[in-house]
C-alpha cells in the first residue's frame, strides 16, 4: 500500500495507521515546541543538538529530527558558531529566528486543518 504523508508523517490509509500517524503528530509537535522554546530562551548563544539532549534527556534521533523540521519550517537557523559536544566533536549552534508566538500560532493552524 503507498504511503503519504500527513502533517509530515507517513501513513499507508488504514484506520489503524492514520490513528498511530495522528498521536505521532502530537508527539513531534510537542517535542518540536520543547527544542524551539530551548533554543529561542537561549538567545544569540544558541542550543546545539547534544545541549538539547543533555536538558531533555532524549535520544539524539528525536532531538535532531526536530531540529532538522524546525529548520526547514524557517523557525531556527544555523548561527555559524559551533561547540564541542560530549562526544569531543563541532556541533552546529542553533538560533531561533521567529518568536514562540508565531511558531505556535502556525502549530495551532496546522492542527486545525486536520
Do not use: P, Y
Given at each position: 500500500m503507498p504511503y503519504t504523508k500527513r502533517e509530515g508523517v507517513p501513513y499507508n490509509h488504514t484506520d489503524t495507521s492514520a490513528d498511530s500517524a495522528h498521536k505521532c503528530e502530537k508527539f513531534w509537535a510537542s517535542l518540536s515546541g520543547r527544542c524551539f522554546r530551548m533554543i529561542r530562551d537561549a538567545g544569540k548563544s544558541g542550543k546545539t543538538c547534544d545541549e538539547i539532549?543533555?536538558?531533555?534527556?532524549?535520544?539524539?534521533?528525536?532531538?535532531?529530527?526536530?531540529?532538522?523540521?524546525?529548520?526547514?519550517?524557517?523557525?531556527?537557523?544555523?548561527?555559524?558558531?559551533?561547540?564541542?559536544?560530549?562526544?569531543?566533536?563541532?556541533?552546529?549552534?542553533?538560533?531561533?529566528?521567529?518568536?514562540?508566538?508565531?511558531?505556535?500560532?502556525?502549530?495551532?493552524?496546522?492542527?486545525?486543518?486536520?
Open positions: 539532549e543533555v536538558q531533555l534527556d532524549a535520544r539524539h534521533q528525536k532531538i535532531l529530527s526536530c531540529i532538522t523540521r524546525l529548520k526547514d519550517k524557517g523557525h531556527v537557523v544555523d548561527s555559524g558558531l559551533r561547540r564541542i559536544t560530549r562526544a569531543d566533536r563541532k556541533a552546529i549552534v542553533w538560533i531561533a529566528v521567529e518568536s514562540e508566538t508565531v511558531f505556535m500560532r502556525r502549530l495551532r493552524e496546522r492542527k486545525n486543518r486536520s
